[in-house]
């Protein structure tokens, strides 16, 4: 789900619960408890321009009866046994198509993510993305899942976000995010999709390349609940 798709959500789900109560956008502003210029966030919210922040999510749940999450498009999280979930460890931070030195955190600050059921059974890892260098597909704060393409014996396909990593001149391990593309010619290329100039060359993969694809993005989710410690 992009960045977009989550704000369309909201803006439904924000529209649908002021019309239940019959109210305008001042009005329902007031009701919910948001400060005075409170109807212009609701218009933003209601036109997909943004969604709303924690604390007016939790305004807005107080009134409509969901989860906050529901209100900022995204689905609550369902609670299960803990003997059934699969988790995940978050073991670092990525900033999608642009190289950067790999940031690792240690093992005993690492959060984990609930691995969806209907996943493949494939060993997972999660990053939180960093920065606008993929912000058309990961805004930053995104959480993956990546599944390593040795561990796991798969091959990336054309279309796929993927991981990349090499080592630098100065024997710097770098990764990055990108989206694997084969052109018919049999061209592949790794792609950033981004918003920002700064990021939008693709790079061309050659034989003897030092980046290397290690491993392909299972699933991604905005802003999952974290706890996040410094500057994470």
């Known amino acids: ?13 924000v529209r ?7 109210m305008e956008q001042p009005e329902f502003a007031r009701f919910i408890g948001l400060p005075k210029d409170g109807q212009s966030s609701i218009s933003k919210w209601e036109a997909g321009k943004s969604a709303p922040g924690s604390k007016a999510a939790a305004l807005l749940a107080r009134k409509g ?4 999450m529901y209100y900022q498009g995204l689905e609550p999280v369902v609670s299960v046994p803990a003997a059934s979930v699969r988790m995940a460890p978050i073991v670092g931070a990525v900033q999608a198509g642009a190289w ?20 493949p059974n494939f060993d997972l890892q999660g990053f939180i993305v960093r920065g606008t260098s993929m912000d058309q597909v990961f805004p930053d704060g995104t959480v993956v899942l990546v599944a390593g393409t040795i561990s796991n014996g798969i091959q990336p396909r054309s279309g ?12 710097m391990h770098e990764a990055s995010l990108k989206q694997y593309v084969v052109d018919v010619d049999g ?4 792609w950033p999709r981004s ?32 706890m996040r410690r410094g500057g994470r």
């Open 1 to 13: 789900m992009t960045d977009d798709d989550r704000k369309r959500r909201a803006a439904e789900r």
């Open 16 to 22: 649908e619960l002021r019309e239940s109560f019959g």
């Open 65 to 68: 009866g969901k989860d906050a």
């Open 100 to 119: 950067r030195e790999a940031i690792e955190f240690p093992p005993e600050e690492r959060d984990e993510y609930p691995i969806p059921a209907n996943m």
């Open 160 to 171: 796929d976000y993927v991981l990349v990593q090499r080592v630098d001149k100065d024997g």
């Open 187 to 190: 061209s592949k290329w790794l």
């Open 195 to 226: 918003n920002d100039p700064r990021f939008q060359a693709p790079l061309l993969v050659e034989e003897n390349d030092d980046a290397v694809i290690t491993g392909r993005v299972m699933k991604a989710e905005l802003d999952f609940p974290l």
